[in-house]
């Protein structure tokens, strides 16, 4: 992996990541030293199934994908995580190893530091430890919620809600993918993605050209999703907090 130390102290300025921006100066400053930024390839496996946790990960402009694998090698996706969060979760919940494959959905930046660091701060009982705590409890809301949408609601629906969440993973209107990568996310076949971004693309909600999907109509997109999108969004909303606000309440 490529990966480039920017200065002595992470400048915080230069992320978009809400929960590292959320967290109160002290506890901050703590983390700063030990966080670097690292470029992020599409397809690229920070942690894999059964593998252990060296590093932890703030994405700022990046989309990171929990993946499940069945034994003929099919995949699906199973959460994901962007600038809201934090990748490697089970470091701070005592477990060793992933259970899930964290691959790389859309290329971009992100702040890495050592898991034990991380852990170490975890367990002095300030607003990050109540913060990765929410984090979590929303993403396993979202998994859950992804199961069930996977089961239930046609792949058209399910291409819409994967859009508006990807989006908000890395706030832009444009997203670098591949249909076939996409197909692997949603389980599927590339034929039914292609099919689905037909009907989104005639009605003028997106756009598609060669690896990369642009959003025309988010309201369009967002009306055209399944309810899922709205559940997942509502429930992470009560949980997690952003900015000075965040700390404030927490700090309660």
Same mark, same amino acid.
């Given at each position: ?149 996977? %089961?239930? +609601? ?5 291409? #819409?809600?994967? /859009?508006? $969440?990807?989006?908000?993973? =890395?706030?832009?209107? %444009?997203? +670098? ?5 996409? #197909?692997?996310? /949603?389980? $599927?076949?590339?034929?039914? =993605? ?59």
């Amino acid at each position: 992996m490529q990966k480039k130390r920017v200065q002595e102290k992470y400048d915080l300025s230069q992320s978009a990541n809400q929960l590292l921006a959320a967290l109160p100066p002290e506890e901050y400053d703590r983390l700063a030293e030990h966080l670097e930024e690292v470029s992020l390839s599409r397809g690229e496996v920070l942690l894999e199934a059964g593998g252990t946790i060296d590093y932890v990960y703030f994405p700022n402009r990046a989309g990171i994908s929990f993946v499940s694998i069945l034994e003929d090698g099919a995949t699906t996706e199973v959460g994901m995580v962007g600038n809201e969060g934090i990748v490697g979760y089970p470091v701070f919940l005592g477990g060793e190893c992933v259970p899930h494959r964290t691959i790389v959905q859309i290329s971009g930046k992100a702040a890495r530091m050592d898991a034990k660091i991380l852990k170490t701060e975890f367990e002095r009982g300030g607003v990050l430890q109540k913060l990765v705590l929410r984090h979590t409890q929303a993403l396993l809301f979202q998994v859950a919620q992804t199961a069930a949408c996977n %089961r239930h +609601h046609p792949l058209e629906k399910r291409l #819409a809600r994967w /859009l508006l $969440t990807a989006q908000d993973c =890395v706030l832009s209107d %444009r997203l +670098h993918l591949t249909q076939e990568f996409v #197909a692997n996310m /949603l389980g $599927t076949r590339r034929a039914g =993605v292609t099919e689905a971004e037909g009907v989104l693309q005639a009605k003028g909600i997106i756009s598609h050209s060669r690896g990369q999907i642009t959003i025309l109509d988010r309201p369009g997109l967002e009306a055209a999703a399944c309810e899922c999108y709205r559940t997942v969004a509502r429930h992470s909303g009560k949980l997690l907090y952003h900015g000075e606000d965040c700390a404030a309440s927490l700090e309660n």
